[in-house]
């Protein structure tokens, strides 16, 4: 069975950098949409970025190219780089994956799999 097990969060002040791990098993990542989505208090839920079986990566336009995702298929790790943080970045981030689509990602913030979630705070 799929299983996605987020670490990587933690507190950091404001311009600091993460980096988000996602470590996954059950599925051939390769076939699959990766990806890492978030939900901040009082926000709907918000697609952060997806990356396809493909190796191709989108990202939310709000980001403005402060985020990189990323994935070793040979060592089923998902990866989220975040850069310049913002105190408004302070979320749960989820690791989320789907493999209905062909190896394409969901066209809306609905996945099959998800992870526990791992938290990020950044302070002002």
């Known amino acids: 069975q799929v299983h996605l097990v987020e670490s990587g969060g933690g507190s950091v002040q404001a311009g600091g950098s993460l980096r988000l791990s996602c470590a996954a098993s059950?599925?051939?990542?390769?076939?699959?949409?990766m990806g890492w989505v978030r939900q901040r208090p009082g926000k709907e839920r918000e697609r952060v970025a997806t990356?396809?079986?493909?190796?191709?990566?989108k990202y939310a336009n709000s980001l403005k190219g402060r985020f990189t995702i990323s994935k070793d298929n040979s060592k089923n790790i998902l990866y989220l780089q975040m850069n310049s943080l913002q105190p408004d970045d302070s979320s749960m981030y989820y690791c989320v994956a789907d493999g209905a689509y062909n190896g394409y990602c969901p066209a809306e913030n609905i996945f099959a799999s998800w992870g526990q979630g791992t938290q990020v705070s950044v302070s002002s």
């Open positions: 059950g599925f051939n990542a390769s076939r699959y949409c």
């Open positions: 990356i396809n079986g493909y190796g191709a990566p």
